[in-house]
């Protein structure tokens, strides 16, 4: 099946800081997903990008799709953007329409 | 709030035991989708279901079984319980499969004993 592989696995901010992640992926795909899990442990939906760039207040994020990446940023750092921040991604193989996750990058702000 | 409810929130049961956990899609959603998420495995998809239809099945134990009811929710039953088996296990919709963008529900947290 398809691999998703994200980077860094942990990340420690300062308060205002800016930060870039990356999720890198095997194959080709139809859709991409960036979620935030919140230390409650809700998904949030952050982009569905599978092509292209997109901004959100502090957050963009960019899906090279030939190149088989995603960079998500976060600008401005604040300590209400600590949790996990997971890229997941459809195969575009027929038939498949599950999302497959990436392991997480950890962020931890710190005041 | 992403408009997919579950319920319970909580669940804590013994080994052996069997649970049902209930998903309420998003309004007009015609597809569900479980996943577990344990500490050992991640995020991993476990079935999926379309307008009624089992669509497509994951990494799911033959002990573990759901459904698609008309009104379009949809539950997960697990039985013969395990240490193993607990986790967070989250419902999932989407409105159609050629976008296919998917809204998740707060989750169940199951506790086996």
């Known amino acids: 099946g398809i691999q998703v592989e994200q980077s860094p696995p942990d990340l420690i901010l300062q308060e205002g800081a800016n930060s870039t992640l990356r999720c890198n992926f095997s194959d080709s795909v139809n859709n991409l997903q960036w979620f935030h899990q919140n230390p409650w442990g809700q998904l949030i939906n952050l982009f569905y990008?599978?092509?292209g760039t997109k901004q959100n207040g502090r957050l963009s994020a960019t899906t090279v799709a030939t190149e088989r990446y995603s960079l998500l940023y976060i600008s401005s750092s604040q300590t209400t953007d600590s949790g996990v921040y997971f890229c997941?991604?459809?195969?575009?193989?027929?038939?498949?329409?599950?999302?497959?996750f990436g392991k997480g990058t950890k962020l931890s702000v710190i005041p | 709030d992403s408009g997919v409810t579950q319920t319970p929130k909580h669940l804590i049961t013994a080994t052996g035991q069997r649970v049902t956990l209930r998903c309420s899609p998003r309004s007009g959603d015609l597809s569900v989708y479980w996943y577990q998420q344990s500490l050992d495995q991640g995020l991993q998809f476990l079935i999926q279901y379309y307008n009624g239809e089992e669509r497509a099945k994951g990494n799911i134990l033959e002990r573990f079984s759901a459904q698609q009811f008309p009104d379009l929710h949809s539950e997960l039953n697990l039985s013969s319980l395990e240490l193993g088996d607990s986790a967070l296990y989250f419902c999932a919709s989407s409105a159609d499969l050629a976008r296919n963008e998917q809204f998740f529900g707060p989750g169940t947290r199951l506790t086996v004993l």
């Open positions: 997941a991604v459809t195969y575009s193989g027929a038939g498949s329409y599950q999302l497959t």
């Open positions: 990008i599978p092509s």
